[in-house]
Every structure is written in structure tokens, then in C-alpha cells.
T-cell receptor, first 119, second 114 residues
Framework: DTGVSQNPRHKITKRGQNVTFRCDPI?????LYWYRQTLGQGPEFLTY????????KSRLLSDRFSAERPKGSFSTLEIQRTEQGDSAMYLC?????????????????FGPGTRLLVL | AQSVTQLGSHVSVSEGALVLLRCNYS??????LFWYVQYPNQGLQLLLK??????LVKGINGFEAEFKKSETSFHLTKPSAHMSDAAEYFC????????????FGKGTRLSVIA
């Protein structure tokens, strides 16, 4: 079990540039989540996938944000025309959905995050 | 909508003292409850979770939490703090359908004084 990995770990960009982050989930995990964490706050949900399907998007995900998971494995999160307010830690998590009635409450496993700074 | 309140953005304890981090949730039905820990420059690690059954849940690193439905609380405790416990702690909930994203509190930073 190699855990969830995210690349890059740090990204500095100028306002108006596009950036793309990658998340590799734990193998065989078919759910993948993106969260954003700003200073002094808890993570806030952005979007999640089950396999290739994007099942839910939060209102935080403006039209400048797009996420994909083309083959149901890794995922990318792209931010177009970055703004200084986009500066944050972007966290990815993966999980297995509940498969048996005896199981409860899937655990989400988090990656180390990508810290974005927009100048 | 569900929400989580963590009382105290910063808690400081002496090494060996009791750790108590508070978490209250707002939900029309009891949700699933989680505590995560975040060390500097790292992702979140699950400490423990409550889904059903015994209301006192034991987790890793000597932490435990008790679900109290009447108080809508899920406070995290550890009998004796260690220097290595210094980190940010997040309480989170998800509806007990179990298949929706986590809703996090704002976090509590724990400092341990030698």
C-alpha cells in the first residue's frame, strides 16, 4: 500500500496562469475526492469521483476549475486563470465504498497535498 | 446541512497532562464522526471514527473519543500528552448513508509544552 500521492507538492504561479495538479489514489480505491484547505480552516469539499464519473461538485468549484479522472485511476485538477484567492492547499483523498452491510463509514485516505501560491 | 464546531482554535497542554479537544456537530440524524490529525506539511491521517455500536471509540496513538447523542458531541481525549502529539486536529462528519464527502471543523492546534 503506497498511499495517496500528489504532484507537485508545491506550485508557485503568477495570477492569470493555468495550473494542473495530479492525484494518484490507492490502487483499487474507486472513489476519489478533492478538497481545498486555506490557512486556519479545515478542508472544504470540491468534487468527487466514483471510477470515471464525477458525482458531485461543490459551489466552491467555479467554472475556472475542472477535474477529470479519465480512466478511473489518477485524477487531475486544473485551475484556469488563477487568482490570488486560489492560494491554498489542495488535498486529494481516496476510499473504497461500503460493500457489505456489516461495514460502516468509509475511511478516506489523504495525500500530502499540493500547496499553491498565486502571486 | 451538516456542520461541525470545534471549540478552541488552539489548545496548549503540558507533557503528561490530559488532552481534551472538543467537537460538536449539527445534524438532523446522528452522522458518522471522524477525527483526523495533520502534522506540518503532511496530509490528514485518520485517528478514529464512530459509525455505530459502542459509543466510546479507541483510536491510534492512545486517543479515544466518545459519541454523546444527547449533547451532539464527539470530544477527543488522551490521558497523557506526548510531545509528538503536537499537530492540528480536525473533527469531521458525513451523513450515515456513508457515501458523501466529509464536512470538517476548522481545526484545533494542539501544542505540548515540555
Amino acid at each position: 500500500d503506497t498511499g495517496v500521492s500528489q504532484n507537485p507538492r508545491h506550485k508557485i504561479t503568477k495570477r492569470g496562469q493555468n495550473v494542473t495538479f495530479r492525484c494518484d489514489p490507492i490502487s483499487e480505491h474507486n472513489r476519489l475526492y478533492w478538497y481545498r484547505q486555506t490557512l486556519g480552516q479545515g478542508p472544504e469539499f470540491l468534487t468527487y469521483f466514483q471510477n470515471e464519473a464525477q458525482l458531485e461538485k461543490s459551489r466552491l468549484l467555479s467554472d475556472r476549475f475542472s477535474a477529470e479522472r479519465p480512466k478511473g485511476s489518477f485524477s487531475t485538477l486544473e485551475i484556469q486563470r488563477t487568482e490570488q484567492g486560489d492560494s491554498a492547499m489542495y488535498l486529494c483523498a481516496s476510499s473504497l465504498p461500503i460493500r457489505r452491510l456489516a461495514e460502516r463509514g468509509e475511511t478516506q485516505y489523504f495525500g500530502p497535498g499540493t500547496r499553491l501560491l498565486v502571486l | 446541512a451538516q456542520s461541525v464546531t470545534q471549540l478552541g482554535s488552539h489548545v496548549s497542554v503540558s507533557e503528561g497532562a490530559l488532552v481534551l479537544l472538543r467537537c460538536n456537530y449539527s445534524s438532523s440524524v446522528p452522522p458518522y464522526l471522524f477525527w483526523y490529525v495533520q502534522y506540518p506539511n503532511q496530509g490528514l491521517q485518520l485517528l478514529l471514527k464512530y459509525t455505530t455500536g459502542a459509543t466510546l471509540v479507541k483510536g491510534i496513538n492512545g486517543f479515544e473519543a466518545e459519541f454523546k447523542k444527547s449533547e451532539t458531541s464527539f470530544h477527543l481525549t488522551k490521558p497523557s500528552a506526548h510531545m509528538s502529539d503536537a499537530a492540528e486536529y480536525f473533527c469531521a462528519v458525513t451523513p450515515n448513508s456513508g457515501n458523501t464527502p466529509l464536512v470538517f471543523g476548522k481545526g484545533t492546534r494542539l501544542s505540548v509544552i515540555a
